[in-house]
């Protein structure tokens, strides 16, 4: 049954490997999500809330144009199995739907602001949008989001719920959340999942006025059209983006249909067709295609005179483009329908039967009837939406069933048309994109804004560090990392610190460990120097283990004391020192002040400036390191943390205020 229901309502298939650039894709589900239902059961449920949202969305649904593919929901096939349309995994009930918005990217906001709007208009309803570039209405918020997230942190992280943004965070749920914890952390009032006020606003300046101010996006014109054409137009008024889109993208094959016209510009006896003034509506990128491209009028196309004015050659042009359109998309496409399938309500019914639906029934028995009156019933609720969606991804049925009505050019005289809109937002669009890089200069200033003040504040406390509260020492960093690193590991893995309140341990290569953090202290030359000098040399000359201070001192020993391993190291650390001293490396780390020498005289002034760098201070370093990343965290666990936590040493929270 659940099959069958898809049958109806989802005519369009979706894509299983990498989403199309120019298509949206969205889900609603319904919240809390209904569990232990018996499959006949969890469909109606299902159906009841399609035919709740579609009925809401009408009145708009009816009156708006889409560039391509209109807005629709569609059951999955199998509500109680996973979804390939959505990736939506088993018992995770929903509605989905895929827009192609082509070259009308506004129509992909529009979609978003009926998703925000049904989801208001239903407090028990969430809903979430990506395209080919995932979740993209965190990128339209990118300089609002927290540092956590990111493309590979927000898989099930980021759904709309009673009209807004909603994020859980890391501390809720540090790995990635299944769908249906996700949901139900969403519809739990206990949670705080709300996105921050900067999020929701960015959000809310793109989709503002949306729905009601989507006319905006449209533009009428009048048109010089033949007859069939006009009657298609009048009784399908939709079909216009397939012409445009037959137009926008024909080839050297389709343009042998426009060249002879045999549909749209020959009657049935192949006599010629009236040519009659109509208004056309249709978006701003159908009419930006059909204007901006040059198009010769095929052979034996009907076009005014150059005496009869500027204005009737530019609705004749206009209509030569959308005429020829529909001509090869009905051409091409005609080839494409399938025959012999039946009308829909027998496939509906047919996938019923395949499904099970009437397995151990009788027919004309009276639970038979019952679950036929329901599936009919629903069938005609839900035809009469995806209608539109049927006729625009098979349209020459519809094309011919129109063209078979009786009509004439005397039916579109004597009618008062419209007048074409203003198309001047054409040439002037130089002024809306500087609007949108004035507005993105801005966010992108606010944001400098904000972290310039927080490097700011982050350096207040780096340099009030020795003010900090007798718990927090910055001191107990080094002193405990020595320490740590100084200590023997047993086979049960490394031996903290005797003052960790934890007594858990951490499972590490400790050899490895203890010769890395020794390296980075400079403690592992002084040590093995003190046991054993020859073993140190070798150490030392294998491992490259040396300091810059080390540079300071060569200059002043004589050549004749060292051995061929000490002269090598002299030339390649003088070399390797001259070539560092040309880059910014010394700009990256935090260096000891050199001792002043005011009473050494200018000449050793000079000197000093030789191109050699300071000595790097490791404790320092060591200290801001962890400071950055420890702030990094916002407050949420991480390794610095973690680190931190091990070796016994307590940092206050990064709001924390001094006493």
Aim: glycine fraction near 6%; charged fraction near 25%.
């Amino acid at each position: 049954m659940a099959a069958a229901a898809a049958a109806a309502s989802n005519p369009f298939p979706f894509p299983r490997r990498r989403p199309p650039d120019d298509t949206l894709f969205y889900a609603v589900y319904p919240l809390p999500l209904p569990t232990g239902l018996p499959a006949p059961a969890l469909l109606a449920s299902l159906q009841s809330l399609h035919l709740s949202l579609l009925s809401h969305l009408a009145p708009f649904l009816s009156a708006h144009l889409f560039h391509r593919d209109p807005f629709a929901l569609s059951l999955p096939a199998d509500p109680a199995g996973p979804c390939a349309a959505c990736a939506s995994p088993p018992a995770v009930p929903h509605l989905h739907g895929a827009l192609r918005f082509g070259d009308s990217l506004p129509d992909e906001w529009l979609a978003v602001s009926l998703l925000f709007a049904l989801t208001r208009a239903f407090p028990g309803l969430a809903a979430r949008a990506w395209d080919s570039d995932g979740d993209f209405l965190l990128i339209e918020a990118a300089f609002a989001l927290p540092r956590w997230l990111d493309p590979d942190t927000a898989p099930n992280r980021v759904f709309i719920f009673r009209g807004e943004l909603h994020i859980l965070p890391p501390s809720l749920f540090p790995d990635t959340p299944s769908l249906h914890a996700a949901l139900a952390a969403v519809h739990d009032d206990s949670v705080d999942t709300r996105a921050s006020d900067a999020v929701q606003a960015a959000i809310q300046r793109r989709i503002a006025g949306m729905p009601e101010r989507a006319a905006e996006n449209l533009h009428t014109a009048r048109v010089t059209v033949p007859a069939p054409v006009a009657k298609v137009l009048k009784e399908e008024p939709c079909l216009i983006a397939r012409a445009v889109e037959g137009f926008y993208d024909r080839d050297i094959d389709t343009m042998k249909h426009a060249a002879r016209m045999d549909k749209f510009l020959k009657g049935p006896g192949g006599e010629g067709i009236d040519m009659v003034r109509t208004s056309v509506r249709m978006t701003k990128a159908m009419y930006g295609q059909l204007m901006q491209q040059s198009f010769q009028a095929p052979r034996g196309y009907p076009m005014p005179r150059s005496e009869e004015g500027p204005e009737k050659w530019m609705e004749a042009e206009l209509g030569m483009k959308i005429a020829c359109g529909f001509e090869m998309m009905y051409q091409e496409r005609r080839h494409e329908v399938e025959e012999g399938m039946g009308s829909t309500w027998e496939v509906y019914k047919k996938s019923l039967e395949a499904t099970g639906c009437f397995e151990g029934l009788l027919p004309g028995s009276k639970e038979y009837k019952r679950i036929m009156e329901d599936a009919m019933q629903y069938y005609k609720s839900s035809s009469s939406f995806s209608r539109t969606r049927e006729m625009l991804s098979a349209p020459v049925h519809r094309i011919d069933e129109i063209l078979a009505m009786p009509y004439s050019a005397e039916d579109f005289q004597g009618i008062n048309l419209p007048p074409s809109d203003d198309d001047s937002w054409l040439r002037n669009g130089e002024d809306e994109l500087n609007a949108e890089l004035h507005e993105r200069q801005k966010e992108m200033e606010e944001y400098a804004a904000v972290k310039k003040n927080r490097k700011s504040q982050k350096q207040n406390v780096s340099s009030s560090s020795s003010s900090q509260p007798s718990e927090f020492n910055l001191g107990e960093i080094t002193d405990s990392m020595q320490e740590f690193v100084r200590k023997m590991s047993s086979f049960e893995g490394a031996e903290v610190p005797a003052n960790r309140e934890d007594t858990e341990t951490v499972d590490l290569d400790v050899n490895l460990f203890f010769k890395a953090m020794e390296s980075v202290l400079g403690r592992a030359s002084q040590e093995e120097a003190g046991n054993d000098t020859e073993a140190g040399r070798e150490s030392s000359s294998s491992d490259m283990d040396f300091d810059d201070s080390d540079f300071e001192n060569d200059s002043t020993e004589e050549a004749g004391g060292k051995d061929m391993d000490d002269c090598f190291m002299e030339s390649y650390s003088d070399a390797l020192n001259d070539e560092l001293s040309k880059t910014t490396i010394e700009e990256t780390f935090s260096r000891a002040q050199r001792p002043s020498t005011k009473s050494e005289g200018p000449s050793n002034a000079a000197d000093s400036d030789d191109g050699e760098m300071a000595p790097v201070d490791v404790n320092l370093n060591l200290v801001e390191s962890f400071l950055n990343s420890y702030s990094s965290q916002q407050g949420l666990p991480g390794p610095a943390s973690n680190l931190l936590g091990l070796m016994g040493v307590k940092v206050p929270p990064p709001d924390s205020k001094k006493p």
